[in-house]
């Protein structure tokens, strides 16, 4: 199982960078992407449905296969201000330009069953400051974090669907920096992890009403971090959030529906993202399609998601108080937020999203997007108003899918 994962995750997770929604994409299908990252409270496509909500896979007949990408174009610059002749000023991060596949397949098996399975990389973030400033540590960071997602879709009666799914996770980090108060090993380390999801979908006329539920997944990473100066490296142990979502999707007129999601992911109590203080996000995704006619269709979103990475003023700059498991040695509140907003700032909020569809054939079909997460600034300070470690991050992103259907 795990050479699988591993295989599946050189597709699925090929060189993942920041996302958008603390350090997951808005959206894994083109067409959920188009639409703000909707699909919990109306069915997408049945390949979507798999990570959105696995009830709606019921959407579609017979078999569809649906392959494609996303180039994700982060803007992340990082700053660090020690005093008067000592400021790096904003500094762009030379990891700029990434992949992210995605794969999935459903097919109906009878009336009321639909089986599938896709792989999707979901999560991540990135930045490189190698030879850029010494104030910045030569900071370069990735973790990457994709799901192989088994699930089965259940048609209860003519309204109610629910669906299940199981998560097979893979992640990788790399924490490879000299930063002012720790090691970190220089190299890869991977690991997996286990998690499930169960969605109810509901349809009455012209009404859809969903909800899903995304259990945790921990995972630990070996030897990633000398955070005591020991010379020995240790383990991080991360766990991915569990996320609750419920939506509403109307078809308004016969050719216009519309789709509002609402999401909570949370970081608080997530082993990793906890201790480096990530607050809980409720995300607000809004979208709509128009079908122009038999062959075309346009779509338009809107997501939004409080940056779970907060400013702070009068950080404590002495006292080691914050421990991260399972490091040994212990941090101070400046060096969490310096670690956050130089390796991982994740702290856009703001995006929108356009793109549509094109039926070429019966069979065949081309689904197009574009997302602009509009650019985001936190900064924070330690007693004093001096140190200040600061971040800017703005993004956009080109997705296509080809998908087949029969």
Do not use: C
Not at 104 to 128: C, E, H, K, L, P
């Amino acid at each position: 199982m795990r050479k699988v994962l591993a295989s599946a995750a050189i597709l699925a997770v090929a060189g993942s960078a920041m996302a958008t929604n603390g350090d997951n994409m808005i959206g894994v299908t083109p067409a959920s992407q188009a639409m703000g990252g909707i699909g919990v409270g109306m069915p997408i496509g049945s390949v979507d449905s798999i990570f959105r909500n696995p009830a709606w896979m019921n959407s579609e007949k017979g078999f569809t296969v649906s392959f494609g990408g996303i180039l994700f174009m982060p803007d992340v610059k990082g700053r660090m201000n020690m005093g008067p002749g000592m400021d790096s000023g904003y500094v762009s991060s030379r990891a700029n330009f990434f992949t992210v596949p995605e794969i999935g397949i459903t097919n109906r098996i009878n009336d009321q069953v639909v089986v599938g399975i896709a792989a999707y990389g979901v999560s991540g973030m990135g930045v490189d400051y190698r030879n850029k400033d010494p104030l910045l540590s030569n900071m370069h960071t990735t973790l990457q974090f994709m799901r192989i997602i088994p699930a089965v879709s259940y048609q209860v009666n003519p309204n109610l669907s629910v669906g299940v799914g199981l998560d097979l996770a893979y992640g990788s980090l790399d924490m490879g920096a000299t930063m002012p108060f720790g090691n970190a090993s220089g190299g890869q380390s991977s690991s997996y992890g286990i998690g499930a999801r169960l969605g109810i979908g509901y349809k009455i006329g012209d009404l859809t009403l969903g909800f899903n539920y995304q259990s945790p997944v921990s995972l630990k990473y070996k030897h990633v971090f000398d955070s005591d100066g020991d010379g020995s490296y240790e383990d991080l142990k991360l766990q991915q959030p569990q996320e609750v979502a419920a939506g509403i999707g109307y078809r308004v007129l016969p050719n216009l529906k519309v789709g509002l999601d609402l999401r909570w992911i949370n970081w608080s109590d997530a082993d990793g993202y906890k201790q480096f203080k990530w607050k809980d996000q409720t995300v607000v995704a809004v979208g709509g399609e128009y079908q122009v006619n038999l062959a075309l269709k346009l779509r338009a979103g809107y997501n939004y998601g409080k940056s779970p990475i907060r400013s702070y003023s009068g950080l404590d700059v002495t006292n080691r108080t914050n421990n991260i498991p399972n490091f040994t040695g212990s941090f101070t509140d400046f060096d969490v937020q310096w670690f956050n907003l130089i390796g991982f700032p994740a702290i856009t909020e703001h995006h929108i999203s356009f793109g549509g569809s094109y039926q070429f054939t019966k069979n065949f079909a081309v689904d197009l997007a574009y997302v602009h997460a509009f650019e985001k600034k936190v900064e924070s300070t330690g007693t004093g108003g001096t140190p200040l470690v600061g971040a800017k991050n703005s993004q956009n992103e080109i997705g296509i899918a080809l998908r087949w259907s029969f």
